[in-house]
């Protein structure tokens, strides 16, 4: 079953293995107006970030009471996500690597069988990575991309490392990509393919599954 120690929204703590690096000024240039984020000639807008968040927050708010308290940093959040997806795509396309329908289809399968149904699953990817139903394969789809990269090196995804061999990869994927964030979402560091804001938690851990 996928763990936090392989997900994308824990991934920006490896770059805690490699010790902390300076922010490099090609992730600090201002996108044009309207674009939260560019990613290579890529455009992430506002409206799409803010729709994103509406989802969350209305499948949140379906939540019981008490099961789920917003904090600061999920806007933010949303953001980097948002980003990091083009990244580990990148990253696979660079190394000729892709991941089927059916694969996401098994993986998805595996855990709803794992956590006790469609509805565990969601809420488990909504409390612990933020992650609305909507996207839920795109997810995955992520997550095997992302265990691919490290099998590339020769590792397995969630050991040291296998998370530095796959940091690595996105570093260099980031850079050809050469990310830019709106600055009030925070500033993206190239080196570490992750986006630095650290004056906001991006997620509660109050509620999240186990």
């Known amino acids: 079953m996928i763990r936090s120690s392989s997900v994308r929204r824990t991934l920006p703590a490896l770059g805690v293995l490699l010790g902390t ?3 490099s000024a090609c992730g600090s240039q201002p996108p044009r107006p309207g674009a939260a984020a560019l990613v290579g000639s890529d455009r992430i807008t506002v409206a799409q970030v803010e729709a994103r968040v509406a989802e969350f927050r ?4 379906q ?3 008490g099961q789920y308290q917003e904090q600061a940093g999920l806007v933010g ?3 980097y996500g948002m980003v990091f997806d083009q990244v580990v795509a990148r990253a696979l396309a660079d190394h000729q690597l892709s991941v089927t329908d059916t694969e996401v289809a098994q993986l998805r399968e595996q ?3 794992a956590l006790g149904g469609e509805a565990a699953l969601e809420q488990n990817l909504l409390l612990r990575n933020g992650v609305p139903t909507q996207e839920i394969d795109g997810y995955l789809r992520e997550q095997l991309g992302l265990q691919k990269l490290a099998k590339v090196s020769g ?6 490392d296998g998370n530095q061999a796959v940091h690595q990869l996105l570093t260099t994927a980031s850079e050809e990509l050469r990310v830019t964030v709106n600055p ?3 500033t993206w560091d190239p080196a570490q393919a ?3 804001n650290p004056s906001e938690p991006w997620l509660p851990q109050s509620g999240a599954a186990a």
């Open 111 to 113: 855990e709803v069988a």
């Open 21 to 23: 690096l300076a922010l």
């Open 194 to 196: 992750v986006l630095d």
């Open 58 to 61: 209305a499948q949140a708010a």
């Open 77 to 79: 959040a949303t953001v």
């Open 184 to 186: 009030r979402y925070g």
């Open 155 to 160: 590792q397995q995804l969630g050991t040291t």
């Open 63 to 65: 939540l019981p009471s």
